[in-house]
C-alpha cells in the first residue's frame, strides 16, 4: 500500500497482468529488441495534473507510433482541418500498421494513424528540413509531455537504417504529390518523431493533454486548441489500435494509441489521461500486457466511453463551512473525474479545518470511486456519512 489509493488501484491491475508473458517484443527494428521484456507499468494522470505512477514508471522507451496523433495534432494546427484531411483520410483501414493504405486513383492514405498517413503528416510539420520538422515536433510532444523531450539517436539510427518499406510507402505518396518536402525529409523526420525518448509517466502526460482539451493539466500550458484536440481524439477512437481497433472499442472502449515498443495511450476525456507500457506485442503489434491493464482499468472503474453515464454533469459537491467541521457533502453520481475532484477538495478544506465527508444523498457512487473516497477520508482522518 502507498499513500495513494489510485496508486493501489493502478498496481494490483498490474500484480493481475504481470504473469502474463505472451506476446514478443519487435525485432523488425534492431535496436527494438533490446527492450527489457519485463518492464511494465502504469500511469494515470487526473485533472489537477496528479500523476498516479506504478511500476517501472521511469523506464524509458521510444514513442514510435505514439506520436502520430500528436503529428497529426500539429498538422491540424498549422494548416487548419480542411486542407489536411484533403490530404489524408479518417477512415480505419483494417489493415496492419505498414500496410500500403492508400485510396485508388487519389492516392490519399486512409488515416494518420498508420504508417502512410503518418508519413504524410509529418511533412506537414513547419519546416523546410528534416532538422526543422523534428524540432517542430519535439516541441510540441515536449509542451504535451511537460518535460523537454529528445530523440533516441541509437534508435533513430537503426529506425532509418531498416526503414525500406516506410521509404517505399514513402516514394509511391510523392507519386502521389502528397509532399511539399522531399521524401527523405518526410520519412527521415517520421522515423526521428518515432525515435523520441519517453518514459510511462511522459506519455500518461501526453494522453492527458488530449483529455483535457489540448491543455496540459501538469503545466496548464494550452498546448493545442480543444477542437484540434477533439479531432485527433475522434481518429484515435476508430484508428487507434490498427486492425485490433474494433474489438479495442468493444472491450476498453477509450480512445487509445498504441506503439511497437509497447506504449498504449488512452483518453478519458475532461476525466484523466493513462498510459500502459510493457514491450511484448500481440499479432496486431500493440502491447499484450499494456491491453490486459487497460481493459482491467476499464471494467473496474466503469469507463467504457459508450457506456450509460448519467448525470455526470450534475454539480457533486456542496461544502459547508460550520463551526465544528467543514461537511463536504457529495450528491448525483460519483465517477472516476467527479471523485478525483472531490480528493482534491477534501484535501484543500481539511487543511484548515476537521472534515466530514457526508455521502447520504450520492445517488450512485461507482464502487473503485467509493473506495478512493474513503481511503482519501481516513487518510485524513474525516468522518464519513452514508
Ligand atoms: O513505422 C515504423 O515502423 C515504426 N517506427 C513505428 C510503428 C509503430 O509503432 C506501429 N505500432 N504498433
Redesign the pocket.
Known sequence: MTDDPIVDALTTVLDDVRDDTSGDVAD??PELASADADALSLVLVSPHGGVHAAGDAGHRFTL??ISKPFAFALALQTLGRDEVLERVGVEPSGEP??AISLEPGSGKPDNPMI?AGAIATTAMAPGETIEEKTSSLLTLMSACAGRELKVDEDVYAS?SET?ER?RGIAHLLASYRAFDCGVDTAVES??RQ?SIQVDAKDVATMAATLAFGGRNPATGEQVLAPEVTRDVVAVMSSCGM?DASGRWTVRVGLPAK????GGIIAVDPSEFGVAAFSPRLDRF??SVRGVRALEEISRRFGLHMLADRPETSSPVVDVDHRDDATVVRLHGHINFGTAAQVAHRMREEAATARLMLDLRDTERLDESCGVVLRRVAADLDASIEE
Do not use: L, W
Open positions: 523488425y527494428i514510435q507510433s500498421f505498414n504508417n529506425e526503414g516506410n517520421y522515423f518515432c490498427y498504441s506503439g511497437v515498443s503489434g500493440n
